[in-house]
């Protein structure tokens, strides 16, 4: 392991790639670079129709069974999370290859890329990019996936309307007064020091793997919709899929994220406020109600019928 300047030609190439082939200059924090002004940057989709993220409205979530569970390939692996990178607008954290998804109506398998963080000022100014009914949530750890068919080139991903698939997480505070918990997000968080300045970035050990942060999410229950990338240029490339329950993080390790990493170098600000905000409305799927909800429904359906059979006699 070492500390590295991301100075090198190709590792720019990589992020700006990532980032959805964006070459111009764009942030969080600046009014002269910040959200207002995405829509008018070169080549933005920003301001286009199915733009996210989305406010979640769950009473309008229409029930679709095709909603079916993912196949996680490799998610348990410890060694598969390889470096954690300050962009200067995010920390991102790129996996080796062999991280793939399937299943959950995709229209094929996608090669999971990296996973990347969403959050705001410390746990009480909340920093999520979805909201479910309104409800923002402290942090949202985004996983981007790119169509297996085409071998992680992303300009080809973005240029198609399901070539990415973003997998959305909440992140909540832990209930109790615990610190450092849990494990997993112990050890992530560890790195942030390693990457205070934009452009660090370090290797990173073996001993955690992607379903270790994801601890506690019940991954068969999520909604979905179709929309864009939350930062420029926007493409309208992504699948997205929101997860329903959240990661619960203690509030010490989500703190650490507004506390050490910075926009730029050591004078700069540090890093805070790092998301986009609700765009429009887009049509939500999700899975149908469990059966004894269904069957409730049956129920109160059959009383109806039974009790206009029985007006109709009376
Ligand atoms: C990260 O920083 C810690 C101290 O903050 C240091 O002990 C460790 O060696 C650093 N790791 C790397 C990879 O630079
Ligand atoms: C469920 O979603 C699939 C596509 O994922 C679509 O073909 C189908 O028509 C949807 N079913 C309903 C009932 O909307
Ligand atoms: C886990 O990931 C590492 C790094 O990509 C790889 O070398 C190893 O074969 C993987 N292990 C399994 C069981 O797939
Ligand atoms: C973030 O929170 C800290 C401590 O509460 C505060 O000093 C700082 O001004 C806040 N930053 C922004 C951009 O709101
Ligand atoms: C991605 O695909 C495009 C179009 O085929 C090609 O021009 C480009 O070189 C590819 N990028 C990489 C990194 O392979
Ligand atoms: C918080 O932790 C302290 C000890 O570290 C304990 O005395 C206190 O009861 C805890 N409070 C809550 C709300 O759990
Ligand atoms: C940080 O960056 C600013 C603006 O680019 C520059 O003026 C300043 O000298 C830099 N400070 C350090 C400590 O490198
Ligand atoms: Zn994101």
Redesign the pocket.
Known sequence: ???VALAALAACALLARVHGASTVDWCYHRPSCSHQTWPSMAQTQCSGARQSPINIDTASAKANASLEPFTFHNYGNTSALKKVVNTGRTVKVYFDSGLRISGGDLSEAYDSLQFHLHWGNGSFVHGSEHTVDGQSYPMELHIVNCKSSYEKNTTLAVADPSGLAALGFFIEVMPGNETGKPESWRILT??L??ITNAGDF??MKPGISLDDLLVGVDRTKYYRYHGSLTTPNCNEAVVWTVFKDSIKVSKDLIDLFSKTVRVSNSSSPFMVNTYRNIQGAQEVTTQPASRSSTSAACCSLGLMVLSLALGKIW
């Open positions: 392991m070492e500390r560890s790195y020091t390693n370090v290797l």
